[in-house]
């Protein structure tokens, strides 16, 4: 019988399917008696240049910064929101004002005490006007009312979902301290990337293209919290070396598809590493491909549409990826059993037949040598994934006459170009999927975000129904309405796609079994670690 790449991987005693999380894990994990100190080294596979989460959403940003920066809510081991500095919640009948009570003898690092003049500053002053995500969640966000110090009113003019709130707020919630940036330019602060947070971890350097490192905090709000002594955070581009200092024992931690997959397939049957999806199901993702639609070629949907048909994923999966993950219904996963439209089918597959019409129709007939039109793809690379599938397509489209040129930037020069300089055709990358598509997922969508935010709909494209949905699906409190509206919103989106949402698969992390507490909730990667541990040797 033939076994698929897919299934050998994913036979692997440590490695379990995006979704399936395991409810008696934590309570195994605790079970252990824990030791402080010791010295956590985490590989990053690629720098952002930034330390803020209240400024950017990013899992490369949070897998440092979250435990350094606390947001008002972050999921539990249940899966649940649960309070880190917020304590209650409440939302009126209208769902106008959401009221959140705050954890109080909370200390900034530098002393100062966290208040919700913090909170009010964070969601109005960078959630609201600078953070990627958060401009379009909080885009009806009037106003956020300090009645004392432990208390933060948050007034909408349309409602907020609490439910959705709530989820949104475990990415798009860190607080930052307002003494430190208000009256600053909040884009050049120099806290941005030498943070000052709550958390249990205290910022102590950051060497650009090398290391960040945080220590613990002894005035942390969780008596006898945290474990460890430090974090070291190292940027291994080379994933291959990356490897190799896990095996070597100079790394503990790779996360989010940090090594080569061919390394994960080889790693999973040795015992010292757990290869695992567990503690990272909040964070589903898709291989995206933008189009810029200011390109003229790329305005003309039959265009877009012809590309799409140009990509055999399927084969890309199963060839280059292992056959992890499979090919995109949509901007909604399947594993989103809330809002995942019923009859979902992938909208553009493989005909490379109709592709060629498509671009006939539109005009462009193949010229000299074949050549219809030439286009630049911008890979943000997240991934080894990512230079594979910009090479696998621009392999595709040659195929129907339309050559591409790759360009080849750091991830940093590679935003830049794409989000703030709109200086691409196409552009693929990730999008993650974080529980509910108004979190992180509409954004890509929606018109209005700040130029120069990342991961949002920067194509020069907008389309007054498909806004009009996103702002009404956000603010309906009635959970089949909601549903109703945005299986409407992934026809409507499917039909124009100015971005391509091309696989859906899940992320997985590589950790020496010598770290203990690990992966116990499903967003852990991007979690606190206050409760984290080391085993001695």
Same mark, same amino acid.
């Given at each position: 019988?033939?076994?698929t790449?897919?299934?050998?991987?994913?036979?692997?005693?440590?490695?379990?399917?995006?979704?399936?999380?395991?409810?008696?894990?934590?309570?195994?994990?605790?079970?252990?008696?824990?030791?402080?100190?010791?010295?956590?080294? #985490?590989?990053?596979? %690629?720098?952002q240049?930034? !330390?803020?989460?209240? +400024? /950017?959403a990013?899992?490369?940003?949070?897998? &440092?910064?979250?435990?350094?920066?606390?947001?008002?809510?972050?999921?539990?081991?249940?899966?649940?929101?649960?309070?880190?500095?917020?304590?209650?919640?409440?939302?009126?009948?209208?769902g106008?004002?959401?009221?959140?009570?705050?954890?109080?003898?909370?200390?900034?690092?530098?002393?100062?005490?966290?208040?919700?003049?913090?909170?009010?500053?964070?969601a109005?002053?960078?959630?609201?006007?600078?953070?990627?995500?958060?401009?379009?969640?909080?885009?009806?966000?009037?106003?956020v009312?300090?009645?004392?110090?432990?208390?933060? #009113?948050?007034?909408? %003019?349309?409602?907020?979902? !609490?439910?959705?709130? +709530? /989820?949104?707020?475990?990415?798009?919630?860190? &607080?930052?301290?307002?003494?430190?940036?208000?009256?600053?330019?909040?884009?050049?602060?120099?806290?941005?990337t030498?943070p000052?947070?709550?958390?249990?971890?205290?910022?102590?350097?950051?060497?650009?293209?090398?290391?960040?490192?945080?220590?613990?905090?002894?005035?942390?709000?969780?008596?006898?919290?945290?474990?460890?002594?430090?974090?070291?955070?190292?940027?291994?581009?080379?994933?291959s070396?990356?490897?190799?200092?896990?095996?070597?024992?100079?790394?503990?931690?790779?996360?989010?598809?940090?090594?080569?997959?061919?390394?994960?397939?080889?790693?999973?049957?040795?015992?010292?590493?757990?290869?695992?999806? /567990?503690g990272?199901?909040?964070?589903?993702?898709?291989?995206?491909?933008?189009?810029?639609?200011?390109?003229?070629?790329?305005?003309?949907?039959?265009?877009?549409?012809?590309?799409?048909?140009?990509?055999?994923v399927?084969?890309?999966?199963?060839?280059?990826?292992?056959?992890?993950?499979?090919?995109?219904?949509?901007?909604?996963?399947?594993?989103?059993?809330?809002f995942?439209?019923?009859?979902?089918?992938?909208?553009y597959?493989?005909?490379?037949?109709?592709?060629?019409?498509?671009?006939?129709?539109?005009?462009?007939?193949?010229?000299?040598?074949?050549?219809r039109?030439?286009?630049?793809?911008?890979?943000?690379?997240?991934?080894?994934?990512?230079?594979?599938?910009?090479?696998?397509?621009?392999?595709?489209l040659?195929?129907?006459?339309?050559?591409?040129?790759?360009?080849?930037?750091?991830?940093?020069?590679?935003?830049?170009?794409v989000?703030?300089?709109?200086?691409?055709?196409?552009?693929?990358?990730?999008?993650?999927?974080?529980?509910?598509?108004?979190?992180?997922?509409?954004v890509?969508?929606?018109?209005?975000?700040?130029?120069?935010?990342?991961?949002?709909?920067?194509?020069?494209?907008?389309?007054?129904?498909?806004?009009?949905?996103?702002?009404?699906?956000?603010?309906?409190?009635?959970?089949?309405?909601?549903?109703?509206?945005?299986?409407?919103?992934?026809?409507?989106v499917?039909?124009?796609?100015?971005?391509?949402?091309?696989?859906?698969?899940?992320?997985?992390?590589?950790?020496?079994?010598?770290?203990?507490?690990?992966?116990?909730?499903?967003?852990?990667?991007?979690?606190?670690?206050?409760?984290?541990?080391?085993?001695?040797?």
């Amino acid at each position: 019988m033939r076994i698929t790449r897919r299934e050998a991987l994913l036979s692997g005693a440590g490695l379990m399917l995006a979704g399936a999380w395991p409810a008696s894990h934590a309570a195994a994990q605790a079970a252990a008696t824990p030791r402080k100190g010791g010295v956590l080294t #985490v590989h990053l596979g %690629s720098e952002q240049r930034i !330390l803020n989460p209240a +400024l /950017r959403a990013s899992t490369g940003v949070y897998v &440092i910064t979250s435990k350094i920066i606390e947001p008002l809510v972050d999921l539990g081991t249940s899966g649940r929101p649960e309070g880190v500095l917020a304590t209650s919640w409440d939302a009126s009948e209208d769902g106008k004002t959401i009221t959140f009570k705050l954890r109080e003898g909370v200390k900034w690092h530098d002393g100062k005490p966290f208040t919700s003049a913090d909170v009010q500053y964070s969601a109005m002053e960078q959630w609201k006007v600078h953070l990627n995500y958060g401009t379009t969640l909080q885009l009806y966000l009037d106003a956020v009312d300090t009645p004392d110090e432990h208390t933060a #009113v948050f007034r909408y %003019s349309r409602p907020m979902p !609490l439910d959705l709130l +709530l /989820r949104a707020l475990c990415d798009l919630g860190y &607080i930052v301290p307002k003494h430190v940036f208000a009256g600053s330019n909040v884009l050049e602060n120099p806290a941005n990337t030498a943070p000052i947070g709550t958390g249990p971890y205290k910022f102590v350097e950051y060497q650009r293209g090398q290391y960040v490192i945080a220590e613990r905090n002894p005035d942390y709000w969780r008596q006898g919290f945290p474990y460890l002594d430090r974090i070291v955070w190292r940027f291994i581009t080379d994933r291959s070396a990356a490897t190799a200092a896990l095996e070597t024992g100079s790394v503990q931690i790779s996360a989010y598809n940090g090594l080569p997959l061919a390394d994960l397939d080889r790693l999973k049957s040795d015992e010292r590493f757990e290869v695992s999806t /567990r503690g990272v199901e909040a964070n589903v993702f898709n291989n995206t491909l933008e189009f810029n639609t200011r390109r003229k070629e790329l305005s003309d949907v039959r265009v877009r549409r012809a590309i799409v048909h140009a990509i055999d994923v399927p084969f890309f999966l199963e060839n280059f990826l292992y056959g992890l993950g499979k090919p995109a219904t949509g901007p909604i996963p399947s594993l989103s059993t809330d809002f995942y439209p019923a009859d979902s089918a992938v909208p553009y597959p493989y005909d490379k037949a109709k592709a060629e019409a498509l671009l006939d129709e539109a005009g462009y007939k193949r010229g000299a040598g074949g050549i219809r039109f030439t286009l630049r793809i911008v890979p943000i690379q997240n991934g080894e994934d990512v230079p594979l599938l910009a090479t696998f397509i621009q392999q595709s489209l040659q195929q129907v006459g339309i050559r591409v040129e790759i360009v080849q930037l750091d991830i940093a020069g590679a935003l830049t170009a794409v989000y703030r300089d709109w200086n691409f055709d196409l552009a693929t990358g990730w999008h993650q999927y974080r529980g509910d598509p108004a979190v992180s997922t509409t954004v890509w969508y929606r018109s209005g975000s700040p130029k120069g935010a990342p991961w949002t709909n920067q194509y020069g494209w907008q389309s007054e129904k498909v806004d009009a949905l996103i702002d009404q699906a956000a603010s309906e409190l009635d959970p089949a309405k909601r549903r109703a509206l945005y299986a409407e919103w992934v026809k409507a989106v499917n039909e124009e796609i100015p971005v391509a949402m091309l696989t859906e698969r899940p992320f997985y992390a590589v950790t020496s079994r010598k770290v203990q507490n690990h992966h116990t909730s499903p967003r852990w990667d991007s979690g606190d670690w206050h409760d984290t541990w080391l085993q001695p040797g």
